[in-house]
């Protein structure tokens, strides 16, 4: 037997989808609206499974709490940007140079980003320290595809030593719109 269980969790982003082309033959339109800045009220759900169950469980949802922590830290009410982005150098001007990422700037986080270093910045400036306090540097282009892939790398790797499989991440952009991506 195998044994699978899931939970979902709720979070707010914003993000820009740079790379976007349509084929107006099926889009209907040409409106590259993924293109503007734009947010959505995300849901990640993770699949956790099992052959054998420990203590009548695949695991305690609770061994989950880490990631709602980590989100709601890491991702909620910010905006997910890919450093190779045409607008990144104009979005964080105060963190490049010469119109590239300045990576002294930043701080590379394990899981994979970069967040601004606010100390940086001149204290008297809130506005600027509100704008980029909001902002999680990724080196690819936030879609569903690549957000969804990139979660199940963290979950997997952080589970790991629960000896824990994670079978899949599936993650809602919209209510409507959803990806989910397997573990191999």
Not at 58 to 70: I, N, R
Not at 80 to 100: T, V
Not at 156 to 174: D, K, L, N, Y
Request: a negative charge.
């Amino acid at each position: 037997m195998k044994w699978s269980i899931d939970k979902s969790f709720d979070f707010c982003y914003g993000h820009r989808v740079w790379s976007q082309r349509l084929d107006v033959a099926y889009s209907l339109d040409s409106c590259l609206a993924c293109r503007h800045l734009h947010g959505h009220q995300g849901r990640i759900k993770i699949f956790l499974e099992a052959r054998e169950l420990e203590r009548g469980m695949v695991t305690d949802f609770k061994h989950l709490g880490w990631f709602k922590a980590w989100l709601d830290a890491t991702l909620d009410h910010k905006f997910i940007i890919d450093r190779n982005d045409p607008l990144f150098s104009d979005m964080l001007s105060h963190y490049c140079r010469d119109g590239e990422m300045d990576r002294d700037r930043f701080t590379h986080h394990a899981e994979g980003y970069w967040t601004p270093r606010l100390e940086l910045l001149d204290d008297a400036d809130e506005a600027l320290r509100e704008k980029y306090e909001g902002m999680v540097v990724v080196d690819f282009i936030p879609t569903s595809e690549h957000l969804t892939a990139w979660i199940l790398r963290i979950v997997t790797e952080r589970m790991a030593p629960m000896g824990v499989h994670v079978s899949a991440v599936e993650f809602w952009e919209t209510p409507k719109s959803h990806c989910r991506v397997e573990a191999q």
